[in-house]
């Protein structure tokens, strides 16, 4: 077997011959798997953690409230770039090109409300926040195009690429172009944490820093709940926190998220992959970790600069095991969130659950598309008639995964202010105005197809069936119905 100084010197030279990358890339590569084989400890001591107090983690309803003086929010929002993480495809929702163009709700897509929410906040203060789209190189080319819509409207937009690193054989460590796969399934991008090189690489940072902005707030492009905060600005400008993570508290569905400790005196993200075996069940639970990160990012952009030409940012690397035409392969990663231990000041800032609305699955956009939403100048606010603090859960079958089988299976998206929980699974069609409340179960065996009349109401109702024809509910006979 070759050692890790013989598999990192012929590393160098293959990647030297890959022309399709810049030099910078190659070196954080290169950089990037010495790291990796060198073994660098993941783990960390579990006895050290400790949990952060209200200095290090924030609650948000101690923040200051913002000045009155509409001048001085102009003042707080010229320092601002507002950077939205746009690699990912939107392929496990059944679509192509960026995730960001899946229409989210009235026809707009995420770009579309990202756009006009910094349109009328630079309206509203006569300030000019630009929006940032960090593309990998699968979103560039269609990013270029769909933005070309917005050219008339008062925000400047900048797209710049993240890294592109050939995918590695895990075998010999050799990268996967070097052996003839030259299309895009040689190449991965490495992770939203490497947004910090890049903005810099790609002359994106100091272009930013001679216009006078200050802090840049990074969010993925499908949290409909990462909007700009004034009162998260003005509290980071005045006590000069380089970094910020806004956490929020963690329910049920979000045990697998990373969390803040403090350890060794630096506030810093754990990762489920970083726990001991013995500890993953204390991580999971929500009287020890009470909070998660919600991947809303401020960052301060010198900072950014003099951290990354330190070449300072050493985030723990999360190795990425793929298979490409049965070749098993590796990509190291990165996340941004990672990097927090590398800030002066940095903190963690607890918000509302509000701020955070990731659309990942079907099942998202069904909330945000039903009465449970209204949208207002671009924001996704939730309606005030549902008490319920939290979402309805919903798990939705394989057939209603693409979005175009999810949207052409409901006539209209049903009520759902009075639903606790609904699992569809099965050839299920929803007619038009149905309202679902408590807790629905709709479950058709494999081959029959079911179809929910306009106007249905189901409340606490638990179907399974039909196992004679086919029936229209309500009344349909063959329906085992449990209530």
Not at 314 to 333: A, F, H, S, T
Request: charged residues 25%; proline residues 6%.
């Amino acid at each position: 077997m070759a050692t890790d100084t013989e598999k990192i010197s012929q590393l160098k030279s293959s990647v030297a011959n890959l022309n399709q990358i810049s030099e910078s890339e190659k070196t954080g590569f290169v950089s990037l798997v010495s790291r990796y084989l060198s073994g660098e400890a993941q783990q960390v001591e579990w006895s050290k953690i400790q949990t952060p107090t209200d200095e290090i983690v924030v609650p948000y309803d101690t923040l200051e409230s913002t000045p009155e003086d509409p001048e001085e929010t102009k003042k707080l929002l010229d320092k601002l770039v507002v950077l939205k993480l746009n690699g990912g495809l939107g392929t496990t929702m059944g679509c192509t090109g960026p995730k960001s163009v899946i229409e989210v709700r009235n026809g707009l897509t995420f770009l579309d409300l990202i756009v006009i929410q910094i349109e009328n906040l630079n309206k509203k203060y006569g300030c000019s926040v630009p929006l940032l789209l960090m593309n990998s190189f699968n979103t560039h080319d269609d990013t270029q195009k769909i933005i070309e819509k917005y050219s008339n409207s008062n925000i400047e937009i900048h797209t710049f690429n993240q890294s592109q690193y050939p995918r590695l054989v895990a075998d010999d460590f050799v990268p996967l172009p070097s052996k003839g796969h030259t299309d895009k399934d040689g190449w991965y991008p490495p992770g939203h944490g490497d947004v910090f090189p890049s903005l810099k690489n790609s002359g994106k940072l100091d272009a930013l820093l001679s216009q006078g902005k200050e802090y840049v707030f990074a969010a993925n492009s499908d949290n409909l709940g990462a909007v700009v905060d004034l009162k998260i600005l003005n509290h980071l400008i005045r006590n000069k926190n380089e970094y910020c993570m806004e956490v929020t508290p963690k329910t049920l569905a979000d045990v697998k998220g990373g969390t803040l400790i403090s350890y060794e005196g630096k506030v810093q993200l754990l990762e489920i992959a970083q726990v001991p075996d013995q500890h993953v069940n204390e991580f999971k639970s929500i009287e020890k970790f009470k909070i998660f990160n919600t991947n809303n990012l401020w960052v301060n952009l010198k900072a950014i600069k003099r951290l990354v030409e330190a070449d300072a940012l050493k985030m723990e690397i999360i190795p990425n095991p793929k298979e490409v035409d049965g070749v098993k392969v590796l990509q190291l990663e990165t996340a941004a969130g990672a990097a927090i231990k590398f800030f002066d000041h940095a903190i963690g800032i607890n918000v509302p659950r509000s701020r955070f609305l990731p659309v990942k699955a079907s099942s998202d956009l069904l909330l945000v598309q039903s009465d449970l939403y209204t949208l207002v100048d671009g924001f996704v606010i939730r309606n005030p008639a549902r008490t319920n603090p939290a979402n309805p859960s919903i798990e939705l079958g394989p057939e209603f995964k693409k979005v175009a089988s999810f949207l052409s299976r409901f006539k209209s998206i049903p009520s759902i202010i009075e639903l606790d929980s609904l699992k569809v699974a099965g050839d299920v069609w929803f007619g038009a105005n149905i309202t679902l409340k408590g807790k629905v179960s709709i479950v058709v065996k494999s081959g029959v197809k079911l179809e929910i009349p306009d106007g249905t109401v189901l409340q606490n109702k638990e179907i399974s069936g039909p196992r004679g024809p086919l029936r229209n509910l309500p009344g349909a006979t063959g329906f085992e119905e449990k209530l």
